[in-house]
């Protein structure tokens, strides 16, 4: 397909559960990011990879919280020990480029329920 | 850090009425700006953007933002809603050049047009 896709679009873990969210961007997009979005409100910046490299991880909200993209392209968030206030929806967006003025295209999303 | 805030949570339009969405944002230096949508169901896509010369930007179905530095806003508008509007509509800000990749988001406001 032509957008960014996430799987599984949702997920229902029971507390201290491991869950990993996977996401597949546009082919060919070298900037790839992930934001958390609680209910109610706007999305928030957890991480960023340029290719394969992580540049910046300051939003992710503990250490529980782990992302990679090994080969540039698909990219994995995973969650560790999940708690109730790790609910909500998870989106990866990637542009094209690393150019702030680059659009982000947005994937459907992740919905987490921590029960 | 860069925070943007949208006054206006929830917005109820009759068909064929005017809109205008507020958002301001803080920030010290330059921006690129950022009017997203999410339809019902679907996933968040960029409504318009702003990066540089004309300060006011005409996006897709009719809608216009209005850039105004020194109100350090980013107000949307659209002269005459139509039912298939209704939606949450969020304004996001990326520092310009190097000083960061990731989009902050607005709390998002929810648009509903009654027919």
């Known amino acids: 397909g032509a957008g960014v896709s996430q799987s599984p679009r949702y997920k229902v873990a029971k507390r201290g559960q491991d869950v990993a969210l996977r996401c597949d961007p546009i082919?060919?997009?070298?900037?790839l990011f992930w934001y958390q979005q609680a209910l109610g409100q706007g999305p928030e910046f957890l991480t960023y990879f340029q290719n394969e490299a992580q540049l910046d991880k300051s939003g992710l909200p503990s250490d529980r919280f782990f992302a990679e993209r090994p080969e540039g392209s698909v990219s994995t968030l995973k969650i560790q020990r999940t708690q109730q206030e790790d609910s909500a929806v998870y989106l990866c967006?990637?542009?094209?480029?690393?150019?702030?003025?680059?659009?982000?295209?947005f994937g459907p999303g992740t919905r987490l329920t921590v029960l | 850090a860069q925070s943007v805030s949208q006054h206006n949570h929830h917005v109820i339009l009759s068909e064929a009425a005017s809109l205008e969405l507020g958002c301001n944002y803080s920030?010290?230096?330059?921006?690129?700006l950022f009017w997203y949508v999410q339809y019902p169901g679907q996933h968040l896509q960029l409504l318009l953007k702003y990066f540089s010369g004309d300060p006011l930007v005409k996006g897709i179905k009719g809608f216009e933002a209005e850039f105004i530095k020194s109100k350090f806003s980013f107000n949307l508008r659209k002269p005459s809603v139509q039912w298939s509007d209704t939606a949450e509509y969020f304004c996001a800000v990326i520092p310009s050049g190097n000083a960061g990749n990731m989009l902050t988001f607005g709390g998002g406001t929810r648009l509903m047009v009654k027919p």
């Open positions: 967006a990637s542009s094209l480029r690393s150019a702030s003025a680059n659009e982000q295209f």
């Open positions: 082919s060919g997009h070298v900037s």
């Open positions: 920030y010290g230096g330059t921006v690129n």
